[in-house]
């Protein structure tokens, strides 16, 4: 496969990002005035809250953005030896450039435990001076209130109907692919307007058929996912698990995964993420236990709340 579609689209510049006009409004009055206070991004995943942080850094640094604009990937070290060692050390060795700061963003920030929020918070007012942050996250009752206080925060809303219309159709005539009605109308209705998903989607069934119709993207739909199953593992850590049934659901529910499918997956990416070994085997165990039984022909949900469950409490 070439270059992914997602990376390909993604604008470069605020003008070009979809629907979020209030926000891009915002952003570009930073951007003339020369002041950006700390940003707290909230909204839907694949809606745009990292495109546009880039785009920002994009205008502001020019060619140069890349040495001011850091996106840190905390991943699963979101307690607060993480906060003091990775995030304070980026805002520390931050050198003063012609634009007298730079930006780190920090994705999913509701992830932090509260301890770890709040020395998130004092790193903010310590480095003002020449670091701002730009956190994101989906739900913002999540952070703690000494760091919304000190942010402005900007919403995320999913594009309308029509805007992923457009989306879809810019990328069917750039790429020159064909796609029946049908699909595009599914396309248009999946995924709530995470424009990540669709194009995903849509790359990988281009990647290996000539016409893409309906039904294909369904069943493309169903052999991957696996963006959607590492995430709903990852969550399962970290979260809290009302959020984590909710992504369950809508995996069982809005995309027809069967149980057993979803248990195979979660057990495919147990194996790529990272993580000691003993808890790994703690986990593989209890699966064997939920796979016995949803064999069994017992409620499928319960039994995969139950695993969720279980990962969240080691
Ligand atoms: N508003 C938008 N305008 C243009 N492209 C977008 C927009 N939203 C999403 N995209 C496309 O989808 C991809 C993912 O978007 P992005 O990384 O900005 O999502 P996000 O809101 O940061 O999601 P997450 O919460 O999962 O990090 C981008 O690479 C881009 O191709
Ligand atoms: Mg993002």
């Excluded at 926000?23 to 990292?50: A, F, I, M, N, Q």
């Excluded at 409620?299 to 695993?307: G, M």
Aim: charged share 35%; net charge neutral; aromatic share 8%.
């Amino acid at each position: 496969m070439d270059e992914l579609w997602t990376e390909k689209y993604r604008p470069d510049s605020l003008d070009d990002i979809v629907n979020q006009y209030q926000v891009v409004e915002k952003l570009k009055k930073y951007k003339e005035s020369g002041s950006l206070p700390h940003l707290l991004l909230v909204g839907p995943s694949g809606v745009g809250k990292t495109t546009s942080t880039m785009a920002l850094a994009k205008e502001i640094y020019g060619k140069n953005w890349k040495g001011n604009f850091l996106e840190l990937n905390v991943s699963y070290r979101r307690g607060i030896k993480a906060v003091r060692e990775e995030i304070k050390n980026a805002a520390m060795t931050t050198s003063l450039t012609e634009k007298n700061f730079k930006i780190i963003f920090i994705d999913e920030a509701e992830t932090f435990s509260d301890e770890a929020q709040a020395a998130l918070r004092r790193i903010l007012e310590k480095y003002s001076d020449n670091v701002r942050f730009v956190l994101s996250c989906n739900n913002s009752s999540k952070i703690i209130d000494p760091i919304r206080s000190r942010c402005v925060q900007l919403h995320f809303r999913p594009p309308s109907k029509g805007e992923v219309k457009s989306w879809i159709m810019r990328i069917i005539e750039n790429e020159n692919i064909e796609v029946e009605d049908e699909a595009i109308k599914f396309l248009i209705n999946y995924g709530r307007g995470n424009l990540r998903k669709i194009t995903n989607l849509l790359q990988l069934c281009a990647s290996s058929s000539d016409k893409i119709t309906e039904e294909e993207l369904i069943r493309y739909n169903r052999l991957t996912g696996s963006d959607d199953i590492k995430k709903l593992l990852k969550d399962s850590f970290r979260k809290d698990f009302l959020d984590v049934r909710e992504k369950l659901y809508e995996l069982l529910i809005d995309e027809g995964l069967s149980g057993k499918e979803l248990l195979i997956r979660l057990h495919e990416e147990l194996f790529k993420i990272p993580m000691d070994d003993k808890i790994r085997m703690k986990i593989v165990k209890k699966m064997a236990e939920v796979d016995y039984n949803i064999l069994e022909g017992s409620n499928d949900e319960i039994h995969l709340k139950n695993l969720l469950a279980y990962i969240k409490s080691i």
